[in-house]
């Protein structure tokens, strides 16, 4: 589209697009905001009317307002196009974390599904169905937040229809492939395959085209834990039920769902095995939920009908056998019940952490389940002093995202001044002056080592010593240094490489304005910048 500008909104870089629109990256010129940007052609037969429809129905839209929705900020039309502006979630969709990573942590896909499911109870409550419910419609933010996408119905749906790509019809209920109306139980459906696929890492059927549309009609499809096989067995009933072909055996609403993800996020988080939840009596969702695989893994066999009153019952049926049975299921039931010992809280931990996971949200799963536990329960254990080195690593991981993003968004106001000396320390490092980054780094350190509150920075600033002390280039002299980046900015400006020059005499005046020795290269600096401008 050679557009540029579509209504308030200058066109910045494409995001996405279908069939039906494109979506920017877009800044509104007045208000200068960042948003998603979706534009469309506007059909010709589009009525007054059929405009009217669509302006209330964005206004509804806008309505939506959730944690785990993207919101809509408005829309309005331009020319022969019309547009639906978006909040711009820093992130990426699910289809592309699922293609990066093929498969999820049981862990990371329950977060993950409990927040899709939050986002679904409150739409549908307002009346709104999605029934697209594909994996690039769930939008994952670098915080570990997700929020569903491209809400629409009515005017808004039909200008916007696309046909489901070949892969997402497995995201489609039995029932819409009948030509039924999408509704909230077809939500739940979809729910439940986005469940399957990022416990398992694949989609259960592998046909295509009409042999694909009757498998989904027809064929059962295979518990997630047999493809997933550290999958809980109460995750696998929920998926279960999410996926039944029948509307009518899926979970009454989504509320449903959502009590289910609690209770076993209670129990997860209280150390209960699979055991303590049959032994429980716990249920996802409905108590009859595979109640023969209960069964089969309690040793408990189905009662036959009454024989003969001359034949004697086997022994399996015999009362002191089923109470000895009972004493040992009770006595596995008490040790189930067992907190996880500081051993097993490591190993749980590493499987979250580097090199088994380079996932920052299985970090913070990590750190929050695992290491925290491990310190609070065993003060003077031998993991201990392990997990404060890991829990502190995960913390300037975090904080290192929290500056990049801050960067990015022009926030650096927010920071501390800790965070400012750091983030000018990694300046110089980047730059190249690893000198000058040394003796800021050591300052901070210096500075800071015994603040609490600037733990994380005193982290990342010993990391860049670590840095700079295995490079090649920690002797090097600043005024000499500078000199170099100078000869080389002239070279680029002679080969006609003006932003390189530039952006080289722009980072001396930036980093070393307040440096008074090196005054004299500075000022060459402001004088190249100066005659470029002029020109």
Request: glycine residues 6%.
């Amino acid at each position: 589209m050679p557009k540029s500008r579509v209504g308030p909104f200058a066109l910045e870089t494409p995001l996405s697009a279908d069939s039906a629109s494109r979506v920017y990256r877009a800044l509104h010129i007045e208000q200068r905001k960042l948003a998603a940007l979706r534009v469309f052609s506007v059909p010709m037969g589009m009525t007054p009317e059929s405009r009217r429809e669509f302006a209330q129905q964005l206004e509804e839209l806008k309505s939506l307002r959730h944690p785990n929705i993207v919101r809509c900020f408005g829309g309005g039309f331009d020319s022969r196009y019309a547009y639906l502006a978006y909040e711009l979630v820093d992130g990426e969709a699910l289809s592309q974390l699922m293609a990066r990573r093929g498969r999820l942590t049981w862990e990371t896909s329950l977060d993950y599904s409990r927040q899709i499911a939050e986002g679904l109870e409150y739409c549908h409550r307002l009346g709104w169905v999605h029934g697209r419910l594909y994996p690039d419609k769930i939008l994952v933010g670098i915080d570990g937040r997700v929020k569903i996408n491209d809400w629409r119905k009515g005017v808004i749906s039909t200008v916007l229809s696309t046909n489901a790509a070949p892969a997402d019809m497995q995201f489609l209920a039995p029932e819409l492939l009948k030509g039924e109306a999408p509704n909230e139980k077809s939500d739940l459906y979809a729910l439940g395959m986005l469940m399957f696929q990022m416990l398992s890492g694949r989609l259960p059927y592998e046909q295509n085209g009409e042999a694909l549309r009757e498998a989904i009609l027809n064929d059962p499809i295979r518990k997630v834990s047999e493809y997933a096989l550290d999958c809980p067995i109460w995750l696998a009933a929920i998926v279960g039920q999410l996926l039944e072909k029948d509307p009518r055996r899926r979970p009454h609403g989504v509320g449903a769902v959502l009590l289910a993800f609690r209770e076993a996020e209670r129990r997860q988080a209280e150390g209960a095995g699979v055991l303590q939840h049959v032994a429980a009596g716990f249920s996802p969702i409905r108590l009859d939920a595979d109640r023969g695989e209960v069964e089969k893994l309690l040793g408990v066999k189905k009662k036959k009908k009454a024989r003969d009153e001359g034949d004697q019952a086997p022994i399996w049926e015999r009362a002191w056998f089923l109470a000895v049975v009972l004493a040992c299921l009770l006595g596995l039931v008490v040790w189930w019940l067992m907190p996880p010992t500081e051993d097993a809280l490591r190993r749980r931990a590493e499987r979250l952490l580097p090199p088994e996971s380079d996932e920052w949200i299985d970090w913070n799963t990590a750190r929050d389940k695992y290491l925290k536990q491990i310190i609070a329960r065993f003060p003077s254990g031998q993991h201990t002093e392990w997990a404060r080195q890991q829990w502190a690593w995960v913390d300037a991981r975090d904080l290192e995202r929290k500056l990049e993003r801050d960067f990015r968004r022009n926030r650096t106001n927010r920071w501390s001044d800790a965070e400012q000396q750091y983030w000018q320390a990694l300046e110089l490092e980047q730059f190249g002056d690893l000198q000058s980054a040394a003796e800021a780094y050591q300052a901070i350190e210096k500075l800071y080592e015994n603040v609490e509150s600037a733990a994380s920075v005193v982290y990342l600033v010993r990391e860049g010593l670590q840095r700079i002390a295995q490079s090649d280039g920690g002797e090097n002299a600043t005024w000499e240094f500078l000199q170099s980046k100078l000869d080389e900015a002239e070279a680029a400006y002679d080969q006609a490489r003006v932003l390189e020059a530039r952006q080289i005499w722009e980072s001396i005046v930036r980093l070393y304005a307040n440096n008074p020795p090196l005054a004299p290269l500075v000022d060459t600096a402001r004088q190249r910048l100066e005659e470029l401008d002029r020109r």
